[in-house]
């Protein structure tokens, strides 16, 4: 056997052990198979950083899918770099042991600035008119017109919002076969978001999420024949991990609004709505999914105690933890809340602060999801008659975030090789010690 490997990581979220009889193409391949039990957060940025550094959030810092910087009152939301992510990655450890170990980093997110030799993510140009003109950050900095001159621009009205489909998922792929055949990296990571659509949109069960399998299948079947080409006469180890699962919902909580009522939260007007105004209020949360972050002005513990009080039996809210309890997830780091609430499986969060739609902000009815302090998953919805996504949280029937307490949240990691994962079950930390061991890294 030849002694040194390359090795592609698929990062597919939504990815159940249920669904691997659906995807024939990519178990043919990938035939051995494990649980895997994704870390609280249960969400894109924690996860990806827990599997590419080995740590928990606690240590890397990765709190959620965004930030609220406290001392300028900033929000930040989809569009952190690299530098984010406080410990070293797969390719730092890979570049450390192996100048020559070349890594590639195709859409995880986070990833602009890493020390991956080529990666590419979406980076549109926003114009001064306020549009937006396509385009990829990539590194080589001028490979993205490579890409666009071979395979057109990347589809960002397909990577996220209503008209969100396979598209994108298949332009990722196609772009990632075109890069191996021109550099054949040592390590491949790959994110592959396709099951994210409809699940959250219609139910993890829904005929349209299970459609999705057959179509993620055949562009995966495309993968694979493309890289195996790519890497002829190469050993190629591939693992495929579930970032985590969807879970249907039928329950929305909106912690904002409970904020509000208890004189917390404050607004102020713009353009006709009520905008969330972080100068004035004393508290505050940042949602995303299945759980939030509260943050409390000046961390008045007597504040913080009142919040946590309100919030406890709130329908929807299974647990509410304050400073040292949010050890118990590992989310006990300077950047989270000083309150952290975490929803019921069967229940979501919505960041809305307002109680009449009339006076929601501009961008509530667009697809926007940096200036929504927040993430919003109603932006997969499209309401025809006013041709803007709808303000009804209730539409939303799958999610995820909240920690793992039942077998159904659980994901699965496949492999090519038997060898590759030999314990009975795997975390997502445990995703980069399995990819560093193949290149004899401890």
């Excluded at 385009?135 to 919002?161: I, S």
Aim: aromatic share 10%; net charge negative.
């Amino acid at each position: 056997m030849q002694m040194d490997p390359s090795v592609v990581l698929l990062s597919i979220p939504g990815l159940r052990p249920q669904d691997l009889p659906r995807l024939p193409q990519l178990t043919r391949t990938l035939p051995h198979t494990v649980p895997l039990t994704p870390s609280f957060p249960c969400v894109t940025w924690p996860v990806q950083a827990n599997m590419l550094t080995g740590r928990l959030p606690r240590e890397h810092g990765v709190i959620a899918n965004g930030f609220y910087w406290r001392a300028s009152r900033q929000v930040e939301m989809w569009t952190g770099g690299n530098q984010r992510i406080a410990a070293r990655q797969i390719w730092d450890r890979l570049h450390a042991h192996d100048p020559r170990c070349t890594s590639a980093a195709w859409f995880p997110m986070l990833s602009k600035g890493c020390g991956a030799d080529y990666v590419c993510m979406p980076a549109p140009v926003h114009n001064p008119d306020g549009s937006e003109s396509l385009w990829c950050y990539t590194q080589p900095a001028a490979f993205y017109g490579e890409l666009r001159d071979a395979l057109g621009h990347f589809p960002l009205q397909h990577f996220w919002g209503p008209l969100a489909n396979i598209q994108s998922t298949a332009w990722i792929v196609d772009s990632a076969v075109f890069t191996a055949h021109r550099f054949q990296p040592r390590f491949f990571y790959l994110y592959v978001p396709h099951l994210e659509y409809a699940a959250q949109k219609l139910g993890p069960d829904s005929p349209a999420a299970i459609a999705a399998l057959a179509e993620l299948d055949e562009v995966l079947g495309r993968l694979i024949d493309g890289l195996t080409a790519a890497y002829a006469g190469r050993q190629l180890v591939w693992l495929a991990a579930s970032e985590y699962v969807i879970t249907p919902v039928n329950h929305v909580s909106y912690p904002n609004r409970v904020l509000r009522e208890q004189g917390h939260l404050q607004v102020r007007p713009e353009g006709g709505g009520e905008m969330l105004d972080l100068e004035r209020s004393t508290a505050w949360a940042l949602v995303d999914h299945q759980f939030s972050h509260v943050f409390v002005q000046r961390q008045d513990p007597q504040v913080i105690d009142a919040i946590a009080q309100r919030f406890a039996g709130e329908s929807g809210i299974s647990e509410v933890l304050v400073g040292d309890q949010r050890g118990k997830y590992a989310v006990n780091h300077p950047r989270s809340g000083d309150i952290v609430l975490i929803s019921t499986p069967s229940s979501w969060q919505a960041y809305y602060w307002w109680f009449d739609d009339a006076r929601a902000p501009d961008f509530a009815r667009t697809v926007d999801i940096h200036r929504k302090p927040g993430y919003d998953p109603v932006e997969l919805h499209w309401d025809p008659q006013t041709r803007t996504i709808p303000l009804d949280a209730t539409l939303v029937r799958g999610s995820h975030g909240a920690p793992v307490t039942d077998t159904s949240q659980r994901g699965v990691l496949l492999s090519s090789q038997a060898d590759a994962v030999p314990a009975p079950a795997v975390r997502d930390v445990d995703i980069g010690p399995l990819v560093l061991r193949q290149f004899g890294l401890s």
